[in-house]
């Protein structure tokens, strides 16, 4: 077995990283526990930082957005160092993914939803590993978040994107990450972009991005806007997600018909562009298991969504039965798919 894998994972608010093992050329695991630092804790994380918009990107980076991609170095530094010396591996490979859109040679973040442009974050990153004596392997490439989620759904035993010759996953957490098998291959969603767009990229009828009214993030703001309250205050008074869907009857039928709404549109466009039809829908990450925990909400999502399926003039008979008569909505128990998922880029980067 190949041990000498480093995945890491990061997100919104923290990184998270582990050793990944080849068990065999078509099956990667975790080896170790996972090392998991929250960028807050960097001294450099500011509080006052706020994302640009799309629409900015060629505005100069702040101050305050230099030192927060500073803070995301430093959590991306920490992660690596502690996994190679509580695990005494030499050498590693090491795949890293992030969110957000990348730089065209692949080495940093042109942009973030919800964090900062961060443009040469893996020259940086090898530069402070160097300074600190760690040796690694180059790393060839900053991956896609979302890309690392199906790859650990694939490769892992316990992936719920096996054996499939269709599916599409879905991972909710601070945003939302897409994921689709054609043809039994994982295919990296920008391939698919001009007949199936990604999440954060569709609208609902008033204009409002599906992934704000179905991310972790985006319910905490929804409620946040209506009791005018600050996220932080929220958290500190222990309001998340699952509570504020329990809760609020506004925001959560807003929740389930965008789900629903969602997946219907995935269901149509696959359809539509290739005549055929998804095996497995899967929900995973943080999503999956608020849903895994609130049965009474995925009935609602599954009820609505079939509903609409049997009400369809896009799919013909055929496809309309193979989704009311099986049960294609899967909860995936993987926790860490896109760590794996990172860990397998790394060891395919050098192949």
């Given at each position: 077995?190949?041990?000498?894998?480093?995945?890491?994972?990061?997100?919104?608010?923290?990184?998270?990283?582990?050793?990944?093992?080849?068990?065999?050329?078509?099956?990667?695991?975790?080896?170790?526990?996972?090392?998991?630092?929250?960028?807050?804790?960097?001294?450099?994380?500011?509080?006052?930082?706020?994302?640009?918009?799309?629409?900015?990107?060629?505005?100069?980076?702040?101050?305050?957005?230099?030192?927060?991609?500073?803070?995301?170095?430093?959590?991306?530094?920490?992660?690596?160092?502690?996994?190679?010396?509580?695990?005494?591996?030499?050498?590693?490979?090491?795949?890293?993914?992030?969110?957000?859109?990348?730089?065209?040679?692949?080495?940093?973040?042109?942009?973030?939803?919800?964090?900062?442009?961060?443009?040469?974050?893996?020259?940086?990153?090898?530069?402070?590993?160097?300074?600190?004596?760690?040796?690694?392997?180059?790393?060839?490439?900053?991956?896609?978040?979302?890309?690392?989620?199906?790859?650990?759904?694939?490769?892992?035993?316990?992936?719920?994107?096996?054996?499939?010759?269709?599916?599409?996953?879905?991972?909710?957490?601070?945003?939302?990450?897409?994921?689709?098998?054609?043809?039994?291959?994982?295919?990296?969603?920008?391939?698919?972009?001009?007949?199936?767009?990604?999440?954060?990229d569709l609208k609902n009828e008033n204009g409002i991005s599906l992934e704000t009214l179905i991310s972790q993030q985006g319910i905490i703001n929804q409620y946040a806007e209506q009791?005018?309250?600050?996220?932080?205050?929220?958290?500190?008074?222990g309001i998340f997600p699952a509570k504020i869907l329990k809760e609020n009857k506004e925001i959560e039928i807003q929740f389930v018909e965008t789900i629903a709404y969602l997946f219907?549109?995935?269901?149509?466009?696959?359809?539509?562009?290739?005549?055929?039809?998804?095996?497995?829908?899967?929900?995973?990450?943080?999503?999956?298991?608020?849903?895994?925990?609130?049965?009474?909400?995925?009935?609602?999502?599954?009820?609505?969504?079939?509903?609409?399926?049997?009400?369809?003039?896009?799919?013909?008979?055929?496809?309309?039965?193979?989704?009311?008569?099986?049960?294609?909505?899967?909860?995936?128990?993987?926790?860490?798919?896109?760590?794996?998922?990172?860990?397998?880029?790394?060891?395919?980067?050098?192949?």
């Amino acid at each position: 077995m190949n041990y000498n894998l480093i995945g890491i994972d990061g997100g919104a608010t923290k990184v998270s990283g582990a050793i990944i093992k080849q068990i065999n050329q078509n099956s990667f695991d975790l080896a170790s526990d996972v090392t998991t630092v929250l960028i807050k804790d960097s001294p450099f994380y500011s509080t006052d930082f706020k994302p640009v918009e799309i629409d900015a990107l060629q505005v100069s980076l702040s101050n305050e957005e230099e030192r927060q991609g500073i803070a995301y170095v430093e959590a991306c530094e920490k992660v690596v160092t502690d996994l190679i010396e509580q695990n005494q591996i030499e050498n590693p490979n090491i795949g890293i993914g992030m969110p957000g859109l990348k730089t065209d040679n692949l080495r940093g973040i042109q942009f973030m939803n919800n964090g900062p442009r961060i443009p040469s974050i893996l020259d940086v990153l090898e530069h402070r590993l160097a300074m600190a004596e760690i040796k690694h392997q180059p790393i060839v490439r900053l991956g896609n978040d979302s890309d690392y989620c199906g790859l650990g759904e694939f490769y892992s035993p316990n992936g719920s994107l096996r054996a499939v010759t269709n599916a599409y996953y879905i991972g909710g957490g601070t945003g939302i990450a897409d994921v689709i098998v054609l043809d039994g291959k994982p295919v990296p969603f920008d391939e698919v972009q001009v007949w199936m767009k990604k999440t954060w990229d569709l609208k609902n009828e008033n204009g409002i991005s599906l992934e704000t009214l179905i991310s972790q993030q985006g319910i905490i703001n929804q409620y946040a806007e209506q009791t005018g309250k600050s996220v932080i205050e929220l958290e500190n008074d222990g309001i998340f997600p699952a509570k504020i869907l329990k809760e609020n009857k506004e925001i959560e039928i807003q929740f389930v018909e965008t789900i629903a709404y969602l997946f219907k549109d995935r269901i149509h466009s696959l359809f539509v562009e290739k005549n055929q039809i998804f095996d497995r829908i899967v929900i995973g990450l943080r999503l999956g298991k608020l849903l895994n925990n609130n049965s009474e909400l995925l009935d609602s999502i599954i009820k609505l969504l079939l509903n609409q399926i049997s009400k369809s003039v896009i799919l013909d008979p055929t496809a309309q039965d193979h989704y009311l008569q099986k049960n294609f909505i899967v909860i995936s128990e993987l926790n860490h798919a896109p760590i794996i998922g990172a860990g397998v880029d790394a060891y395919y980067a050098t192949q």
